[in-house]
């Protein structure tokens, strides 16, 4: 009578997992949903993640480049213009810090002086720049 009282199992036993807790997906109504990876649009977005922050940090360096190169190019500057100071007519010696007057004479030679155009009754020269002698020996247009 025993045999008669059990119950017949609708499923299909080809269908029941016999160890469903190690299923890499939910086997039963209660288990959380399934949902399949689109492996494409997660690269995608990787993708993206990655140009965006390398284009970044090569922006940063593209700027940096660009200070470099602006700094480059003062510093050449201020040697051509202490090369043609250093040439010029001076009956001193430059002090470091102080500000001096460059002139350009009739013949295009060129006088360092003290006296700046201002302080001239008549100058009897063109007036080019007023410099100043920086700490490493090189000068720097101030006006």
């Known amino acids: 009578m025993s045999e008669k009282k059990r119950t017949f199992n609708p499923i299909d036993p ?5 160890n469903a807790n190690v299923l890499p997906y939910g086997s039963s109504v ?10 494409l649009k997660n690269k995608s977005l990787d993708v993206n ?4 922050q390398t284009d970044m940090q090569l922006d940063q360096i593209r700027a940096q480049i660009e200070l470099l190169a602006e700094q480059a190019q003062k510093i050449q500057r201020r040697k051509e213009l202490s090369e043609h100071i250093y040439n010029a007519e001076m009956g001193f010696k430059p002090e470091i810090n102080h500000t001096y ?11 360092l002086s003290m006296i700046g155009p201002h302080e001239w009754r008549k100058c009897p020269y063109d007036f080019l720049h007023k410099v100043l002698l920086l700490a490493d020996h090189t000068w720097d247009i101030v006006e």
């Open 14 to 18: 080809d269908k029941i997992a016999e």
């Open 101 to 111: 007057y460059l002139y350009q004479k009739e013949n295009a030679s060129t006088v």
């Open 30 to 39: 209660s288990a959380p949903a399934f949902k399949a990876v689109d492996v």
């Open 49 to 52: 993640a990655m140009e965006m």
